[in-house]
């Protein structure tokens, strides 16, 4: 579980870091208003992530020892 954490966790604050850029340079007006969106969605991709990836969660899912 820790080893998905140390994948996940930079990650989304690369990916986050990324976004907003992103949207600055395309000019989007609100800035408050993109940042808080793309932090949340990033947070929620990386829940969904951690949960597929913890076997507890998805007993289903098979991981190669």
Same mark, same amino acid.
Do not use: E
């Given at each position: 579980? @820790?080893? !998905? %954490?140390?994948?996940?966790? =930079? @990650? #989304? !604050? %690369?990916? $986050?870091?990324?976004?907003? !850029?992103? &949207? #600055?340079? $395309?000019?989007?007006? +609100? =800035? &408050? ?5 793309? $932090?949340? %969605?990033?947070?929620? /991709? /990386?829940?969904?992530?951690?949960? !597929?990836?913890?076997?507890?969660? +998805? =007993? ?6």
């Amino acid at each position: 579980m @820790s080893r !998905l %954490l140390w994948l996940v966790l =930079p @990650s #989304q !604050l %690369l990916l $986050t870091i990324g976004l907003v !850029l992103l &949207a #600055q340079y $395309t000019g989007l007006l +609100n =800035p &408050a208003g993109y940042v808080l969106g793309i $932090t949340v %969605l990033v947070s929620f /991709g /990386g829940a969904i992530a951690v949960a !597929l990836g913890h076997r507890a969660a +998805n =007993p289903s899912f098979k991981r190669d020892a």
